[in-house]
């Protein structure tokens, strides 16, 4: 299909308007959240999660300065849900960050909710539900916030947002279910079935000779790193992650999910081709790779309708652009004096129902029964005691303005990519794969302006050093991203593994006012709104009744044993099936001449 400006649900090309000084002003946005029939790939109809009865969803988009409204009301009657407007800061509001469990209850079928919050910071971001893993479902779109002051400004003609994601014809809750079970205790994720481009196959994007385009470019995937590129055409880096950059030439980038890029790309003087532009899954995540799978969606620039649409060359192996290499514009040095360091180690283990889990220093998440802001905001001066927030939790409190530093050590043979919110973090360590846990050394080579961006990946059995500041009175979720990719996708859901630190300018926080909407959900959950995790408003310290995981392994198993014993006993139930097909079955005439001889023989020996 071919699109252009007409083409808005799917493609929105965003004519810039030199010379005129944007107005802050308030967008509204009435969202019905419905289930739709979609078939994407074209392989399989599949029920999925729209909007005002439509899908692909439609974007957000404001200026810097804009106040934006989202009155959201939930249609699904089956499911719960929420929005989250990934990568915004909310400073000033942390009650519309929309992650369940963290900022508010989910919204129940036939309920509503209102988001109301100001944005502050220029560039490409995406909102989706942040509820049990249901955004891959459908429920993601692109969020673009545009700038007057953008260095870039004068030097393309036309902005495209183009998205990628990969596409499963199951739905989360049975894909889930069957991902975390004791059935499936490597851990191995779901394989997608196909790759999307702005939420389908075979795009054609038409360009215009000699212009230059903004390619605002979102991974919106559940699981899967796309490698990126444009056939006969190199890109110039621009912005990651809503942070500008310094123009930075690529011919192949590699982006996890809920990743951003923008990239100047300049069409050429000679319309006599079109050219492929690939998305490529990361076949490297995969357990096993489905012999079905197509791991490429491929679309075109299209220069001439009449032209053939050439196949893209077969690459022999990836070599993508390494983005620790990138120089924010703002020169934001490297933040220097450490007052606050926090070591982490990821990790994948079995825990008693035989399910794999994420870990963030042997402790995995759990939704505390009241969201951990509510807790926050009722506990008094309780509010800076780790504890209040629950072991499973995970909670450090920081002081306001600390510089703090997060060392992630990747204890698994898997790429995993972290999102944090409210924060864009320097990225000012990360090692090759197999490097084990950090050591120190990488603070010898520290960048002097570090690459910032908001979702980092971390190589295998590797590590990354990453440094922000806690200016934002806020809860900061640091979350798994690709595991969350299935168990509340991208670990921007935390079911695997979370790890959340509350800024302690309680001064500040404490001016955060709850709506209407917050109590009002969580009453129609019957959900508690104050207390600390387990609800507890009398003792704070009090986790009786609090939410837990499932128990530890029994002593003496192992997750290496428990894999055995359960492929033992699949093997054992094979076995067994395949007896009684036998033994249910019709003797054949030489089967039957044998059963004769043997009990005649029998009956001789008595």
């Not at 692909?56 to 810097?64: G, K, M, Q, S």
């Not at 299935?486 to 709850?514: H, N």
């Not at 009684?580 to 003797?587: E, I, K, M, P, S």
Request: net charge negative.
């Amino acid at each position: 299909m071919t699109l252009s400006l007409s083409h808005f649900p799917v493609l929105t090309l965003y004519l810039l308007c030199f010379g005129i000084i944007a107005q802050a002003a308030t967008v509204t946005y009435d969202f019905n959240i419905t289930w739709v029939l979609t078939n994407p790939d074209g392989a399989f109809e599949k029920p999925t999660i729209g909007i005002n009865g439509q899908w692909p969803l439609p974007h957000i988009t404001a200026n810097v300065g804009d106040r934006v409204v989202v009155n959201v009301t939930n249609h699904l009657g089956n499911q719960s849900t929420s929005l989250h407007f990934h990568g915004l800061y909310q400073n000033g509001t942390p009650e519309m960050d929309g992650a369940v469990g963290a900022s508010q209850c989910a919204i129940p079928p036939g309920s509503s909710f209102t988001y109301d919050f100001k944005i502050k910071q220029p560039g490409t971001y995406w909102y989706h539900s942040h509820n049990n893993g249901q955004y891959p479902d459908g429920l993601r779109g692109a969020l673009i916030v545009h700038d007057p002051d953008s260095p870039y400004k004068d030097q393309y003609d036309e902005e495209i947002v183009l998205t990628l994601s990969d596409w499963y014809h199951d739905q989360m809750p049975p894909l889930i279910a069957r991902f975390m079970r004791y059935s499936n205790p490597t851990g191995a994720e779901p394989v997608p079935d196909a790759a999307l481009m702005n939420d389908t196959q075979n795009l054609k994007v038409a360009v215009q000779p000699g212009k230059t385009y903004l390619f605002r470019i979102i991974n919106m995937a559940a699981f899967a790193a796309q490698y990126f590129w444009f056939e006969g055409h190199s890109m110039r880096i621009v912005e990651v992650d809503g942070i500008y950059t310094e123009p930075a030439e690529a011919d192949l980038i590699y982006i996890t999910a809920a990743q951003r890029y923008s990239l100047l790309v300049t069409a050429k003087n000679d319309i006599g081709s079109n050219f492929a532009f690939v998305g490529s899954m990361d076949q490297d995540l995969f357990d096993t790779v489905p012999k079905t799978l197509n791991p490429n969606v491929t679309g075109w620039l299209l220069y001439d309708e009449a032209k053939p649409f050439p196949l893209p060359a077969l690459l022999d192996s990836f070599d993508p652009f390494d983005d620790f290499s990138l120089v924010p514009v703002d020169g934001m040095e490297l933040l220097e004096h450490v007052d606050h360091s926090i070591d982490l180690t990821v990790k994948m283990d079995i825990l008693g129902d035989g399910a794999n889990y994420a870990f963030f220093n042997d402790i995995t998440y759990v939704l505390p029964k009241v969201p951990t802001l509510y807790t926050a905001l009722s506990t008094g001066v309780s509010a800076t005691n780790a504890a209040v927030y629950g072991v499973n939790t995970h909670a450090f409190v920081l002081q306001r303005d600390e510089t703090v530093q997060i060392i992630l050590n990747n204890d698994d043979p898997g790429k995993h990519p972290f999102h944090l919110h409210g924060h864009a973090f320097q990225v000012v360590s990360r090692s090759e794969e197999e490097a084990g846990a950090y050591n120190g050394t990488g603070s010898l080579h520290m960048p002097k302006i570090p690459m910032r961006r908001d979702v980092v990946l971390v190589r295998p059995n590797g590590n990354v050093v990453l440094r922000f500041k806690a200016d934002n009175p806020d809860k900061s979720p640091l979350n798994f991203k690709e595991q969350s990719s299935l168990l509340t996708y991208y670990s921007d859901d935390y079911e695997f593994g979370y790890f959340i630190a509350i800024s302690s300018g309680m001064s500040t926080l404490k001016s955060t006012k709850l709506t209407g909407d917050h109590v009002k959900v969580c009453k129609e959950l019957g959900l508690p709104t104050e207390g600390n995790a387990a609800g507890n408003t009398i003792d704070f310290l009090d986790l009786t009744g609090a939410n837990k995981p499932p128990a530890p392994l029994p002593a003496g198993f192992t997750s290496k044993g428990i894999v055995a014993l359960v492929f033992s006993t699949l093997s054992a139930f094979l076995g067994i099936a395949v007896i009684a097909w036998y033994g249910v079955g019709d003797l054949g005439p030489s089967e039957l001449a044998s059963a004769k001889n043997y009990v005649a023989a029998a009956g001789d020996k008595k």
